[in-house]
């Protein structure tokens, strides 16, 4: 088992910038995935930004060069950094590990980018 704990969200205004961290209870050596996901009202859960290990990270094109995702060894954490934020980047943000054969999710976090 894997726990997640988000932290981070919360209400900022168009062009503001926010930081997500997700800490986990095991050692990310131990994780195959870490990364974000989105979910906006109305629409299915996306990919924002994951780090594959061993492998690179994975944006996605609505977010590049804008966000960026980092992982904190000795805490367990991974981050996302989020940069000039439009309202369209407005969902429940949610945390994810993989360590094959399972995936883990956090609780969500809330960010709302509106003036």
């Known amino acids: 088992q894997v726990q997640l704990v988000e932290s981070g969200g919360g209400l900022v205004q168009p062009g503001g910038s926010l930081r997500l961290s997700c800490a986990a209870s095991?050692?990310?050596?131990?994780?195959?995935?870490m990364g974000w996901y989105r979910q906006a009202p109305g629409k299915e859960r996306e990919l924002v930004a994951r780090?594959?290990?061993?492998?690179?990270?994975n944006y996605a094109d609505s977010v590049k060069g804008r966000f960026t995702i980092s992982r904190d060894i000795p805490t367990n954490t991974v981050n996302l950094q989020m940069n000039s934020l439009k309202p369209e980047d407005t969902a429940v943000y949610y945390c994810?590990?993989?360590?094959?054969?399972?995936?883990?999710w956090g609780q969500g976090t809330q960010v709302t980018v509106s003036s």
């Open positions: 994810n590990v993989v360590r094959q054969p399972s995936s883990y």
């Open positions: 095991r050692s990310i050596f131990s994780f195959n995935a």
């Open positions: 780090i594959i290990i061993g492998g690179g990270t």
